[in-house]
């Protein structure tokens, strides 16, 4: 029995003898009835602002005035990579022996129908499945609940915070979306959030390198301290702001975290980039390789994680293909991952969606290369996405290609209620909280 | 005693509004209390912890947390760094406690041998309340904090001081 089934099954046990029958945090009597489709869902927010021309149309460098095509995404798609050009994006050869593609549904044309399409806005939309206004102010929680503080809330008794992980490339306001501010949730329902580029990049490595992993007994003085301190501190201001872990489990998430950054630092860490080669990561890249160590080590049930370096197509094309076709190549490796791992192995569903899509009209600059850089400013190009969910066979339907041009399959706003679906807690959640509808065409 | 302090914060305070244009002016209270705190000194500021109700900003709570174990102020490059590590970690009890691990095994940290401690326990209690609560204790923190000591041989000042700055009160101003 490995330690986190020791807490689990001990915290459940000793609920059990004392208070049997036990009223959920929810107020509900027992566990929601729901049926899960699996035990794990991972959420890959294929973010930046990726056009469907470049993705899932294939149209390569088509739209650059070349007469080139292909699919630059295979692991995720199926198609045939382009003959010309491939120096622009220096092609890796897949992780995944068929595309993900063949293990579930692909949402070919997904559209994010309302408000500004900014990466903020994007983001807030897919994890809380609804469209944001004009003014969102990036500097507090979103308004409406998150995915993770639904999953908590609403799935029974024993889901803590580490069963719930928000992973992002990117730092910014990002940290805010681990839980909102909405009354009846808030951050007693968040998620661990994470930002790996900092906690195992420079500042990592500069600050917490020197730090030691504290004895069991040491841990236990520093606390009994502690204890006594704040006994004598009775604030009536503000409460401590942000998501709590248990005592067992911060201790748990600190060791991970040293031997993470470790791991990084003397460079023996599995990652997400061929031959293990750490010259060859980047933002997206060392994300997905950290999300992969959480998937790993905790197992959780809810995890997002997100790239970002697709937007370098403000001002560089050719790299905006390069980090795409990594991109998915981080997808593939992750994909792989979990099919390798004990418990997770033919119990994950894994959705990606970018956030958001980019214009139809080039701005004025243009790469090395000569090619023209594209921003994102709500025309009807930048609204449109796709959505891939990948599963077991028996839970998912596989192979399925749904939506075309003009005739979209889905919205972004379905991410949420699709996720809860899976995980069989969606009827538990007031449908006024919720502007999406479950994409249940996408499960047997 | 006003004319004294405000004088004393004042040229503290100066430099700190010249080189740096982010903080508002608005929040001039802030400053002045943040002047108590980061200034390196043995004196208490608050009578009792009930002053305390606001808490203490990331940039705040670092560069005083800093100042505290170092008794310096902390270089910038430090202080973006935490901040930012301290921002990655969804958990802020977390991030401090890393934050804190780091800072305390840095060979340069400004924290007193067990052989102090315990020479003076009194005096080690006093001192350390008021190096990171800014005020001092009761009677009966006094009393239970030395008998926490005393009655651990274990204890060591670092676990006294990691406790101090994971605490409630060391958060709030």
């Known amino acids: 029995m490995n330690r986190r ?33 699996v035990n794990h869902v991972v959420f890959v927010l294929f973010a930046g602002g990726v056009r469907n021309q470049e993705a899932v149309d294939q149209q390569f460098l088509a739209n650059q005035g070349l007469t080139t095509e292909g699919n630059i995404m295979n692991n995720m798609l199926a198609g045939a990579a382009p003959t010309n050009y491939t120096s622009l994006y220096n092609p890796l050869n897949p992780v995944l022996s068929q595309p ?13 129908s309302q408000g500004p399409t900014g990466h903020y806005n994007g983001h807030t939309v897919a994890l809380t499945g609804n469209y944001t206004e004009t ?3 990036l500097a507090i929680n979103p308004e409406f609940p998150t995915i993770f503080e639904y999953y908590r809330k609403h799935n029974g008794l024993d889901q803590t915070a580490l069963d719930a992980w928000w992973i992002s490339e990117s730092l910014g306001p990002y940290p805010s979306l681990n839980y909102s501010r909405h009354p009846n949730y808030g951050a007693g329902f968040g998620a661990n959030y994470l930002h790996p580029q900092t906690v195992f990049g420079e500042e990592g490595v500069r600050q917490l390198s020197s730090i030691t992993d504290y004895h069991p007994e040491e841990v236990a003085r520093i606390n009994r301290v502690k204890q006594l301190l704040d006994n004598n501190f009775n604030n009536s201001g503000e409460a401590i702001p ?27 860490l599995d990652i997400a980039v061929p031959g293990n080669n750490y010259f060859g990561l980047n933002g997206d890249l060392a994300t997905i390789s950290t999300a992969w160590q959480v998937l790993d080590q905790f197992a959780p049930e809810l995890t997002v994680v997100s790239t970002f370096n697709v937007d370098a197509c403000h001002n560089n094309f050719s790299y905006y293909l390069n980090a795409l076709h990594r991109a998915d190549y981080g997808v593939g490796w992750l994909w792989d991952k979990i099919q390798s791992h004990p418990t997770m192995a033919n119990d994950t569903i894994l959705i990606a969606m970018p956030e958001h899509g980019r214009n139809l009209e080039s701005n004025t600059l243009t790469d090395a290369n000569g090619l023209r850089a594209y921003d994102h400013t709500g025309d009807d190009n930048s609204r449109r996405c796709f959505t891939l969910i990948a599963g077991p066979q028996g839970v998912v339907n596989q192979g ?15 991410i949420v209620p699709t996720i809860a679906y899976a995980l069989g807690f969606d009827d538990q959640i007031s449908g006024s909280l919720m502007q999406g509808r479950v994409l249940e065409e996408a499960f047997v | 005693m006003f004319d004294i302090k405000i004088t004393r914060l004042l040229i503290f305070i100066l430099p700190l509004l010249i080189i740096s244009c982010k903080k508002e002016t608005r929040i001039i209270r802030e400053e002045v209390i943040d002047g108590y705190i980061y200034t390196v000194n043995s004196e208490p500021v608050y009578q009792s912890n009930v002053e305390k109700t606001k808490q203490k900003t990331t940039e705040q709570f670092i560069s005083i947390l800093y100042a505290n174990l170092f008794q310096t102020t902390i ?14 970690i969804g958990d802020k009890q977390m991030a401090d406690e890393l934050i804190i691990s780091g800072l305390v095994n840095n060979p340069e940290v400004n924290i007193p041998t067990n052989q102090q401690m315990r ?12 190096r990171f609560y800014l005020r001092l204790p009761t009677a009966y923190e006094r009393y239970e904090l030395r008998d926490e000591i005393e009655s651990d041989l274990d204890m060591t000042p670092q676990d006294v001081y990691v406790a101090f700055a994971i605490s409630n009160e060391y958060k709030f101003y």
């Open chain 1, 400 to 414: 399925q290609v749904l939506g075309s041009i003009g005739n979209p399959a889905a919205e972004t706003i379905d």
């Open chain 1, 135 to 137: 003014g969102l102010n």
């Open chain 1, 242 to 268: 942000g998501i709590q872990n248990t005592g067992d489990n911060r201790e748990w998430i600190k060791e991970f975290l040293t031997n993470t950054l470790n791991g990084f630092e003397n460079q023996s």
């Open chain 1, 100 to 112: 993900l593609q063949n293990s579930g549904t692909l949402f070919k044309e997904v559209i994010y």
């Open chain 1, 5 to 37: 089934d020791f807490l689990k099954k001990a915290s459940i046990a000793t609920s059990g003898i004392i208070s049997a029958p036990y009223i959920l945090p929810t107020g509900r009597l027992f566990a929601p009835t729901g049926q899960r489709l």
């Open chain 2, 75 to 88: 270089p910038q490059t430090d202080l973006t760094d935490l901040s930012l590590i301290r921002n990655a």
């Open chain 2, 119 to 130: 020479d003076n326990l009194d005096a080690f209690v006093e001192d350390t309340y008021i």
